[in-house]
């Protein structure tokens, strides 16, 4: 049994509390510090055995991972968004918490994704010595564990500024990078992203960009490989500090 400790959060929202209350209660039998952040502030489940913290209705992900990175106290942060779902989601914190014990490289670990753009096939950058094991150059942030070095770069970075979130997933690949660690896809367990409806992106784009203004010239020159490794534009004209 693995001995390190796992910071396991939950991020919901309205329109999901249905499925964050079955999430909860499926990861009740989970040994580790559990919180959930709420904008709904209406969660009807029990929660024994979870920190509750509910906050401002306007809240999005951006603001959720600002509150969870600085309230993380662990080996492992565990993050899940509430619009996912997965058949055995204690099975999913055991094997997480198994590959960062076991393969001490791993910055950013994610299961395998089905309805999002970030497919397996799209993102791999090749294979480890295990066959399930990708090396990827995006995981998505949707459920996706990090190792402290990780959440150590996003607390020195704007995070409640970019209220919308995007861009907070290739933060993640760049400071997983950065610090000689590797992001990972783990074909060994699997979740399904739910339908929902979509936040409104009026300005997304720039709370990004601004992002990733704080990033050093070196994590630039990382995101700018990454993004080509994947074939895609950047989202911005790349400019040595």
């Known amino acids: 049994m693995s001995k390190l400790r796992a910071h396991i959060f939950v991020l919901s929202w309205p329109a999901v509390a249905e499925n964050v209350a079955a999430m909860i209660a499926a990861l009740a039998p989970v040994e580790a510090r559990k919180t959930v ?19 401002a209705a306007d809240s999005l992900f951006g603001r959720q991972m600002e509150l969870a990175v600085r309230l993380f106290d662990g080996d492992v942060f565990i993050c899940i968004n509430g619009d996912v779902h997965c058949n055995d989601w204690a099975e999913l914190v055991t094997r997480c ?116 203004e704080e990033l050093t010239g070196a994590e630039r020159a990382l995101l700018c490989l990454l993004h080509r490794a994947l074939g895609i534009g950047m989202p911005f004209e790349y400019r040595i500090p």
Do not use: K
């Open 37 to 55: 952040i709420d904008t709904s502030r209406a969660l009807a489940c029990d929660l024994t055995g979870w920190e509750y913290i509910g906050i």
């Open 97 to 212: 918490v198994a590959r960062f014990d076991a393969v001490p490289q791993i910055g950013v670990w994610s299961p395998n994704i089905e309805n999002t753009g970030w497919m397996t096939a799209l993102v791999s950058l090749g294979l480890t010595t295990d066959p399930m094991l990708h090396v990827v150059a995006q995981t998505g942030a949707f459920v996706w564990a990090l190792r402290p070095a990780v959440v150590e770069r996003f607390c020195a970075l704007g995070l409640f500024a970019n209220n919308i979130g995007w861009g907070i997933d290739w933060v993640g690949m760049v400071a997983a990078y950065s610090n000689g660690l590797v992001a990972v896809r783990d074909q060994t367990v699997s979740v399904d992203r739910l339908i929902t409806a979509e936040v409104s992106p009026d300005g997304a784009h720039e709370q990004m960009l601004a992002l990733f």
